[in-house]
Nanobody, 130 residues
């Protein structure tokens, strides 16, 4: 059974950095897209970033572009999201998600949509505050 487990959340000061991890188990997909969504209280879920297994092409939402880097360690089945210059508006529950299509994140242009992803992790809280 495919399972995603996030880690790395916590309290970070404004301007600080963090690295989120998402470890996948129970799957042997050759082609997939895996990424991060976030949801703040009272706000809609937002697709933050994703990476395609086809060619490691990446997508970033405008809200994090230039401040985030997504990567995938295929040997460890672990995806990472590094974010810097964190702002209060980055505060949210961050969830990783995966889909059995490498094309969802391949040369992605438009915003990520939650229904495009098949499996989800439980989420990890990120709070940016002084």
């Amino acid at each position: 059974q495919l399972q995603l487990v996030e880690s790395g959340g916590g309290l970070v000061q404004p301007g600080g950095s963090l690295r989120l991890s998402c470890t996948a188990s129970g799957f042997t997909l050759d082609y997939y897209s895996i990424g991060w969504f976030r949801q703040a209280p009272g706000k809609e879920r937002e697709g933050v970033s994703c990476i395609s297994s086809l060619d490691d092409s990446t997508y970033y939402a405008d809200s994090v572009k230039g401040r985030a880097t997504i990567s995938m360690d295929k040997a460890k089945n672990t995806m990472y999201l590094e974010m810097n210059s964190l702002k209060a508006e980055d505060t949210a529950v961050y969830s990783c998600a995966i889909t059995r299509s490498g094309y969802v994140c391949h040369e992605r242009v438009g915003p990520l949509l939650a229904y495009e992803f098949d499996h989800w992790g439980q989420g990890t809280q990120v709070t940016v505050s002084s």
